[in-house]
């Protein structure tokens, strides 16, 4: 540790685990070019973005997107006429044709299936539709219904075989396929001649395979029809998210209480249904039942549901990614074809793409958690002043003591991550745990203690309201209360999302503190919105403004956002004009005032610029005046650091997080100040054995109790001089006092 020290410019014989502001500071050196220079780049360029793009799942979409533009723009420069309405309506109507058979794999894909046997599928179902109209003479709609029958039969088969007796869908779909081709080609061998003479005299038929609605083939009408109603499907639906659960674990999926076996089989008879439609404005378009129908269709469209972005592996995929996937195929096959390039080679180049695919599909699948990680985390220049000097020099209002030495202590190993105290009007105390619960000690003693509530997530700030409602702030679940009943209830998880956020902000992440307004509006902070409960140390190391201010107005039950851009914003608490609220921006160590009412409404003023740590929870005291926590002490390694962003990116990708430069956590302190920002007194300890990490403090009755989200009790502090009768549950609305 020594030459660390000496590094950060400290006194020979200094240690790092000391309070940083207790030591004597150089003066502040001004930033070098290099310095300016980084300061200008992580302000004006928004690196952390790419995490964010990388992590978004519609980032798979946009590659197959952009891919497709890419090859539209090829085939106009390329192909003669491609612009042309005819060209266009012709490779409409070839997409739709292929689409339905690229829908039903999709969906036999995503469930962690594989079809093969649709090619074979297309054939035949191409054949009885055929059948119905050429020979049979029956309507367009009896044979439409009579074909799609078929289709799911044939799907019935390998849903059968896959999803009730478990056989290997690779293995079953491709002996299915040899034997739906052997059939079609004895069926076809018998009745090509009826077929090839005897047209059906039909408007309707013609209409299916050559008529357009409003400029546009019918085929194309139909299908994004289908597509619509898949779409809804797969996001809105319970059966759609059953297939992506069982696509994802199907062990997982069935231990839920899901139907496995059931929706495996449905998904191969709607790919056989989809099959079977596709087959029918392909019959009624081209009237033919030639050996070679079908034939190599099954890896056209392998490889477009492979390159619009549908998992090989199951559980990742959608409509919109296999339309993409298509029509990219459709293009370069017909572009190949006005080209004079033999069948071999758009095969073979269909095979080289399908391959290359294959392989990004499983190396992202494989990689993508680990390269979002080293892209996501994405550190900012900060730079603070030099701390306050801390000395035990009377002169300092942040002068050192050992006040905290003799504090009593509640629940000593009985109750874990106190992170916020709380008492009620019969001074009863309340404290979250890290199990999910709220513990009640009883008064006087506070040795009797029970579970208030279980709430499930990390219960983190409280505060009550005029009908002894609890409220709390829960870590990765949001804003709950607990009625004087014992009842749970959820009272805001979401708020409105911020228009130039990549990253959905409407979710709550951390919520952290709050306090209630006069006439019941809770506001509440929330550290991050990027990351959850349990990945806060990312958030500091980032130093960047993750944070924001909530207010949720229960009188018309709306939840909203009304102060962004904060550095792990804090604690919480309503100044004593009703109009504002003070609140601690942790990473930033300064304490700032916003207002939400009255003429100055919207603005924000700091209070305390430069705190020797970094606060947490605010509560009244009863003079008037405010109580903060500092939750840790800086230390000039760690101010060095935060005007070294590249160093703290390499430390997050390579480093263990437990072994991270951080903030020294083991000195607690206490420290009271008034309104305009003048710090009144200060409890240290030292020593970090009875409250290190003190993350909360509540003045009751003349003494203090502290809370600590890295400690297993509860301190108890008497304070000399303070009103014994103040009771904070309720200040502001007359049972309590100032």
Not at 575 to 596: M, P
Request: aromatic content about 8%; charged content about 20%; hydrophobic content about 45%.
């Amino acid at each position: 540790m020594a030459h660390l020290a000496a590094d950060a410019g400290l006194p020979a014989g200094a240690s790092l685990s000391a309070p940083a502001a207790a030591r004597p500071r150089p003066a502040a050196a001004p930033p070098d070019w290099r310095e300016r220079l980084a300061r200008l780049r992580y302000r004006w360029w928004p690196d952390h973005w790419i995490g964010e793009i990388l992590s978004k799942r519609w980032t798979e979409t946009a590659v197959p997107v952009l891919l497709l533009v890419l090859v539209v723009l090829a085939s106009g420069a390329l192909v003669p006429n491609f612009y042309s309405a005819t060209m266009m309506a012709d490779s409409l109507r070839q997409a739709g044709e292929v689409g339905f058979v690229v829908l039903g794999l999709a969906l036999v894909m995503i469930v962690g299936g594989i079809d093969l046997s649709v090619g074979s599928m297309f054939a035949l179902a191409n054949f009885c539709a055929l059948l119905c109209m050429h020979v049979l003479k029956w309507p367009v709609g009896v044979s439409v219904l009579v074909t799609l029958v078929a289709g799911a039969a044939m799907g019935a088969v390998n849903g059968l075989l896959i999803g009730y007796l478990r056989l290997r869908a690779f293995l079953t779909t491709l002996i299915t396929l040899i034997i739906f081709r052997s059939l079609y080609e004895i069926l076809s061998l018998e009745y090509s001649t009826a077929i090839a003479g005897g047209l059906p005299d039909s408007a309707v038929w013609d209409f299916l395979g050559s008529g357009t609605f409003l400029g546009l083939p019918t085929v194309a009408w139909f299908y994004a029809v289908v597509a619509l109603g898949g779409h809804i499907l797969l996001t809105r639906l319970r059966a759609g998210w059953h297939i992506l659960a069982i696509g994802g674990s199907r062990r997982s999926a069935y231990n839920s209480g899901i139907p496995v076996r059931r929706t495996v089989a449905l998904c191969y008879v709607a790919s056989g249904v989809l099959t079977a439609a596709g087959s029918c404005f392909f019959a009624s378009r081209l009237a033919t039942a030639g050996a070679d129908i079908g034939v190599g269709l099954e890896v056209l469209v392998l490889t477009a549901a492979v390159l619009g972005g549908i998992s090989l592996g199951g559980g990742r995929g959608s409509v919109t990614k296999a339309l993409v996937g298509t029509l990219i195929v459709l293009l370069v096959t017909n572009g190949l074809t006005s080209m004079s390039a033999p069948g071999g080679v758009i095969r073979m180049v269909l095979a080289a793409v399908l391959v290359t695919a294959a392989v990004v599909d499983v190396r992202w699948l494989k990689n993508r958690q680990r390269i979002v990680s080293k892209v996501y985390v994405s550190p900012t220049y900060l730079s603070l002043p030099p701390a306050p000097d801390c000395g035990t020099d009377a002169r300092s209002p942040y002068a050192l003591n050992n006040k905290l030495r003799d504090v009593t202590l509640i629940g000593t190993g009985r109750i874990e991550a106190p992170e916020d105290v709380i008492l009620d009007r019969d001074d009863n105390l309340y404290a979250g745990s890290r199990h999910g619960d709220v513990i009640r000690f009883f008064a006087p003693d506070y040795q009797r203690m029970e579970v208030y509530a279980h709430i499930g997530g990390q219960p983190l700030g409280m505060a009550f309201d005029r009908e002894d409602n609890l409220h709390v702030c829960v870590g990765g679940m949001g804003l709950y209360r607990i009625t004087p009943q014992r009842e749970v209830q959820r009272v805001s998880d979401e708020t409105n999302r911020s228009w130039s956020s990549i990253n959905d902000d409407s979710r709550l992440r951390l919520a952290d503190d709050l306090d209630i307004a006069d006439d019941g509006r809770i506001f509440f902070s929330e550290a991050t919105v990027r990351y959850e409960m349990h990945e806060w140390p990312v958030d500091g190391l980032e130093a960047r403004g993750n944070g924001r201010i909530i207010c949720h107005d229960p009188r018309d039950g709306t939840t909203r956002t009304v102060l962004r851009g904060l550095r792990f914003p804090n604690g919480i608490a309503i100044a004593s004009d009703g109009q504002s609220i003070l609140f601690a921006e942790t990473w930033g160590c300064c304490v700032q005032r916003y207002w939400f009412d009255g003429p100055r409404k919207g603005q924000v003023q700091m209070v305390i610029d430069n705190l020797p740590g970094y606060p947490d929870n605010i509560n009244l005291a009863s003079d008037g005046h405010y109580w903060l926590a500092l939750v840790g002490m800086r230390s000039p390694a760690y101010d060095l650091a935060l005007r070294m962003p590249g160093f703290r990116r390499r430390m997050a990708t390579r480093v263990p997080v437990d072994e991270w430069l951080f903030p020294n956590i083991n000195t607690g302190c206490v420290l009271k100040f008034s309104e305009s920002g003048e710090i009144l007194e200060t409890l240290w300890d030292l020593g970090g054995v009875n409250h290190p990490m003190i993350t909360s403090m509540r003045e009751h009755r003349g003494h203090l109790y502290l809370g600590g989200i890295s400690n297993n009790r509860i301190g108890r502090y008497r304070l000399e001089g303070a009103d014994p009768d103040f009771v904070q549950y309720d200040r502001r609305w007359g049972r309590g006092s100032r």
